[in-house]
């Protein structure tokens, strides 16, 4: 069955990166693209970026672009996000998620910035 | 693309039927996804294609429109159907989700 199973927990202090993964297994990899979307608390969904997990390709939102990084590593079935400069607002439930339409979801990883 | 959905909250009492809107700010074609989203767990997709039910989720929730206008029909509200549902529209970058309804127990 597919599964998108996500790493553990972070805090990190303002300023910081954070890197994010997502393990993927149940289908083939390159067959479809990644989102990530993040939920501040008490919050809605807000789409970040997506990566071709083909070609390595990335479209990334306007409010993230010069912080977010996306890389795949095919041989682990393995998207990883890279999220630098950390504010206070960047504080939120990150989920990467399959396909154009998200059909799939991992479970989430709280990152938690706090000084 | 602007996503607006309404409305915010409903309250509507179990067995009863529930009728959610979205609305984006150009057309998305049928590019449109409903997800349903309970507390602490991640949203789950149940519509895309505007109409095409995903795997596993019941009869009763049907989806409907195309271009701007879109409606979520919940056919008889299941005490497990009250949560938080959100339409995304995957047409054009970058893809944005609307800002959810909520639905209660009346």
């Known amino acids: 069955q597919v599964k998108l199973v996500q790493s553990g927990g972070e805090v990190k202090k303002p300023g910081a990166s954070v890197k994010v993964s997502c393990k993927t297994s149940?289908?083939?990899?390159?067959?479809?693209?990644i989102s990530w979307v993040r939920q501040a608390p008490g919050q809605g969904l807000e789409w970040m970026g997506w990566?071709?997990?083909?070609?390595?390709?990335?479209t990334i939102g306007q409010k993230f672009k010069g912080r977010l990084t996306m890389n795949t590593d095919p041989s682990r079935s393995t998207v990883y996000m890279d999220l630098r400069s950390l504010t206070s607002d960047d504080t939120a439930l990150y989920y990467c998620?399959?396909?154009?339409?998200?059909?799939?979801w991992g479970q989430g990883t709280v990152v938690t910035v706090s000084s | 693309i602007v996503m607006t959905q309404s409305p915010a909250t409903m309250s509507v009492s179990p067995g009863e039927r529930a009728t959610l809107s979205c609305r984006a700010s150009?057309?998305?074609?049928?590019?449109l996804a409903w997800f349903q989203q309970k507390p602490g767990q991640a949203p789950r997709l149940l519509i895309y294609?505007?109409?095409t039910r995903a795997t596993g989720v019941p009869a009763r929730f049907s989806g409907s429109g195309s271009g701007t206008d879109f409606t979520l029909s919940i056919s008889s509200l299941q005490p497990e159907d009250f949560a938080v549902y959100y339409c995304?529209?995957?047409?054009?970058?970058?893809?944005?989700f609307g800002p959810g309804t909520k639905v209660d127990i009346k």
């Open positions: 294609g505007a109409s």
């Open positions: 149940g289908y083939n990899f390159v067959s479809y693209g």
């Open positions: 990566i071709s997990t083909y070609n390595g390709n990335t």
């Open positions: 995304q529209q995957y047409n054009k970058w970058p893809l944005t």
């Open positions: 998620a399959r396909g154009w339409y998200n059909e799939y």
């Open positions: 150009q057309s998305v074609v049928s590019n």
